[in-house]
T-cell receptor
Framework: GAGVSQSPSNKVTEKGKDVELRCDPISGHTALYWYRQRLGQGLEFLIYFQGNSAPDKSGLPSDRFSAERTGESVSTLTIQRTQQEDSAVYLC??????????????FGPGTRLTVL | AQSVAQPEDQVNVAEGNPLTVKCTYSVSGNPYLFWYVQYPNRGLQFLLKYITGDNLVKGSYGFEAEFNKSQTSFHLKKPSALVSDSALYFCAVREPGNQFYFGTGTSLTVIP
């Protein structure tokens, strides 16, 4: 079956430009997560959507970062006025949000963002 | 506050030898624990998880992990390493209802 997909796979942009990254979760998954992975580092939590609840935005590093999700489908992560330190791989994951939180996250292949 | 630690950035093991990738955690309740693997230029793949029950959990590709509550550890193990196991391994922890917390990753190299 289809997994989590992300687009674009690679994005090169100039400093100061806005970028929009897209995530298509697995159909039926109510939970969706965005993470950032800088070169050689671990995953940094950004934002978490769970159904119709207010998203957990506690990981967003600045107000230049925002994300939206339409219902239980596509999510977009927007970075405004990009900076060189935003260069990283942005990973999206979705899960079926089983009772109590024991659900497994399934990850997309990521979008590699390079800010020149 | 929750946290998860992978004390080794790099682990090298000879092919055919047993391997261990270490993970310790700090949570205020009963955690859910996960291991993921990331191959070069690929997304993270789920290996195994501990929710409740038997402390020894078996997962994909012959990997297993043992939940040790007294030592707050969840080390990943495999009896006989393969060169193809070379990858980046991430431990993750979650309290029910909360976000996931990932370790910084351990790079495993299996030497032929």
């Amino acid at each position: 079956g289809a997994g989590v997909s992300q687009s674009p796979s690679n994005k090169v942009t100039e400093k100061g430009k806005d970028v929009e990254l897209r995530c298509d979760p697995i159909s039926g998954h109510t939970a969706l997560y965005w993470y950032r992975q800088r070169l050689g580092q671990g995953l940094e939590f950004l934002i978490y959507f769970q159904g119709n609840s207010a998203p957990d935005k506690s990981g967003l590093p600045s107000d230049r970062f925002s994300a939206e999700r339409t219902g239980e489908s596509v999510s977009t992560l927007t970075i405004q006025r990009t900076q060189q330190e935003d260069s990283a791989v942005y990973l999206c994951a979705s899960s079926s949000s089983l009772s109590g939180g024991s659900d497994t996250q399934y990850f997309g292949p990521g979008t590699r963002l390079t800010v020149l | 506050a929750q946290s998860v630690a992978q004390p080794e950035d790099q682990v090298n093991v000879a092919e055919g030898n047993p391997l261990t990738v270490k993970c310790t955690y700090s949570v205020s309740g009963n955690p859910y624990l996960f291991w993921y693997v990331q191959y070069p230029n690929r997304g993270l793949q789920f290996l195994l998880k501990y929710i409740t029950g038997d402390n020894l959990v078996k997962g994909s590709y012959g990997f297993e992990a043992e939940f040790n509550k007294s030592q707050t550890s969840f080390h990943l193990k495999k009896p006989s390493a393969l060169v193809s196991d070379s990858a980046l391994y991430f431990c993750a922890v979650r309290e029910p209802g909360n976000q996931f917390y990932f370790g910084t990753g351990t790079s495993l190299t299996v030497i032929p």
